[in-house]
């Protein structure tokens, strides 16, 4: 639904650079200031230097509520140069987040090369279900061929071998040390 936003947004923008009744401009500062202020806060959380700011003085520009009163050939440039920056800039803001199937944990956002890669970089989760889901968000389209349980000085880990959609293997580690020790309280409560 984002996508869509923006780019209503952005066609919004390039048609305001024709001669319309007031009321259209009304509707596209309401518009581009919520886009903006949006796009301002997720550039925001995504920790992106220069974005959040540049969004954030385009909000304040475009802002219904407190109006900046600037000449139509000024406006014009603006409203081409805030669509092709919204536009050429969408891609970092409507990029998706990682998937999980538990929204609470952060083991499912472990990214980086080296996570998952070998035991020191094991990645943590509660469940089976959250390795499956890291696979999917950080290798879509992969196969899950092997999987083996190794032990070693700091608990449990789950191996698991997949196939890449070029051909190639790879290893993905997870600990599993916390599902474990969660399945043995389990059992020792069951008794």
């Known amino acids: 639904m984002l996508p869509t936003i923006i780019y209503i947004c952005v066609g919004l923008l390039l048609l ?9 401009y009304m509707l596209l500062r309401l518009v581009a200031c919520g886009v903006f202020a ?6 925001h959380q995504k ?5 959040p700011w540049v969004y954030g003085l385009l909000a304040i520009l475009f802002n219904p509520f407190f109006p900046v009163y600037l000449t139509k050939e000024l406006w014009m440039y603006m409203d081409i140069g805030a669509a092709l920056l919204l536009l050429f800039t969408s891609k970092t803001i409507i990029k998706n987040e ?16 080296l996570a998952g ?3 020191e970089h094991a990645i943590p989760v509660n469940t089976v279900e959250q390795e499956y889901a890291w ?24 191996v698991l071998v997949i196939e890449l959609p070029d051909g190639s293997t790879r290893k993905v580690y997870f600990d599993i040390t916390g599902i474990f020790a969660k399945y043995v ?3 020792k409560a069951s008794k």
């Open 135 to 158: 696979i999917e968000t950080n290798h879509p389209n992969a196969i899950r061929t092997t999987q083996e349980v190794l032990s070693g000085r700091d608990g449990l880990v789950d």
């Open 117 to 119: 890669s070998d035991y």
């Open 185 to 187: 309280a389990d059992l």
């Open 47 to 51: 920790k992106h230097a220069a974005l």
């Open 16 to 24: 305001g650079v024709a001669p319309l009744p007031y009321g259209y």
């Open 38 to 43: 949006l796009a301002s806060f997720i550039a």
């Open 98 to 113: 990682p998937k999980s199937l538990v929204q609470s944990s952060p083991t499912t956002l472990t990214k980086g090369a």
